[in-house]
């Protein structure tokens, strides 16, 4: 396993997927005679490999989203738009471009489409438990977790949430789960048509999570580390999405995204590629756990802008923090050498 060790993260976790998957035998699977299964034992599954990135029928890949239920959040001119061309709506996407031969991509299609079951939002809205508890089923009936992950469980399509209740304000959260396309027209989460009373629920949920499941996801990381022997970089990759650095600073921590209602000057979430010459490790430590505030265009208005929280520092072991400055110090331009002959 030492050829994987300077893998980036996405390379490792789909190498490790064909180290994990186990079909279940046609006796004992739960998803026999489902669309899901229908779509994972189908010609176009096996020609263009869908499972080494994907999850369906609970087998396959766990670089993309979950499919298992697809059709819960996208509609099938979407899906068509998306199987046409998927970096023309997310650029950047590890997603490729497939050459479908024709009616490959319909009938695709119509598989995904049908991938999905009966909300039941209602039944939860109604019953007698507790808000964060209503909240908490609801993200599991939306499926939340296809996308996103808490502590050990779900995917890194979109932010890492096992501390998303300190770094986003509850108000924050119920605007968005609203109307994410419209609060961010570049987003890639869908409008998901939730009732308020729902919202409210999972906005309430959310900011329950400050961080809580935040050791389970380091012994995660830990497993996957000790498997595959990765470096420090590999493993603060891991550590800036488990914080949700990735959330406002960016994938690769290059900022530019616009933070709504900032005062002048503090308009886009800054570049991270200069933490290394600005910080060191203990200074960069310091940073993170004291956290800080972003002026407002308008205090009175909503939704505030994005800010940096204050981590609390026991949060972080001595691996934690020297894995996260690798990572962070590795997105620095490599320095000019002068070769004087």
Known sequence: MSELRNLPLSAALLTLTWLAAVPSSAQDDPWEGTPQ?????????????CVT????????????????????????????RWLADPNAIKPGTKMPKFPFAPGERET????????KRRLRTAEILAGDQEQTAKGRALFVDYDCYACHRIGDEGRFVGPDLTWVGLRK???????????????????FMPNFHI?????????AYLHTLQGQDNDAGRQWEYRISMFINTNDVFRGEMVWKRYGCWACHGENGKGGIRNPNAAPGHE???DMSGVRDKYDKEAFLAKITSG????????????????CPAYPREAFNQQDVDDLYAYVASLAPPKLRWIIK
């Not at 990135?53 to 993309?64: L, P, S």
């Not at 407002?296 to 505030?304: G, L």
């Open 268 to 270: 886009f979430v800054p």
């Open 169 to 187: 304000t509850e108000r924050w959260e119920r605007i968005w789960l609203s109307d994410p396309p419209g609060f961010k027209p570049d987003t």
């Open 108 to 115: 695709t299609v119509g598989y995904l489409a049908d991938m």
């Open 292 to 307: 800080s505030e972003v002026p407002a265009a308008d205090p009175q208005a909503v939704p505030q802008p994005y800010r």
């Open 53 to 80: 990135c994907h999850t369906i029928a609970d087998q396959g890949g766990t670089v993309g989203p979950i499919l298992n239920l697809v059709g819960l959040r996208r509609e099938k001119d979407w899906l068509d």
């Open 195 to 203: 009732p308020q009373e729902g919202v409210a629920a999972l906005a």
């Open 37 to 49: 299964k229908a779509f994972l034992d189908s010609e176009i599954v096996r020609k263009y490999q």
